[in-house]
């Protein structure tokens, strides 16, 4: 079993930038491919990014690309997600999630899920 828990989130405006954490308990976080979600109402949760146990390769949704950057500390068993040049479509509730497989991760079916973190993005 996996606990997850996301902080960071908040009100930005425009144009700012947000780091979001996942902090993990329970098994060995370095067993874990985490990736990120969000979600708005209405919609599907949608994968944002991926990042596979050691660090080594990464995964971004094209939406986010070149401005989204997923990192992660094995020692202090925390993934983060830094959103830079952020724009109103950003906002969403973000879900940190974790699985043993990183294609379980990006086709949306983790097994972890956290509890969400609010995002919104002023214009």
């Known amino acids: 079993q996996v606990q997850l828990v996301e902080s960071g989130g908040g009100l930005v405006q425009a144009g700012g930038s947000l780091r979001l954490s996942c902090a993990a308990s329970g098994r060995t976080f370095s067993s874990y491919t985490m990736g990120w979600f969000r979600q708005t109402p209405g919609k599907d949760r949608e994968f944002v990014s991926a990042i596979m146990r050691s660090g080594g390769s990464t995964y971004y949704a094209d939406s986010v690309k070149g401005r989204f950057t997923i990192s992660r500390d094995n020692a202090k068993n925390t993934v983060y997600l830094q959103m830079n040049s952020l724009k109103p479509e950003d906002t969403a509730a973000y879900y940190c999630?974790?699985?043993?497989?990183?294609?379980?991760?990006?086709?949306?079916?983790?097994?972890?899920w956290g509890q969400g973190t609010q995002v919104t993005v002023s214009s």
């Open positions: 999630a974790a699985d043993p497989f990183f294609s379980t991760v990006v086709g949306g079916t983790p097994s972890y």
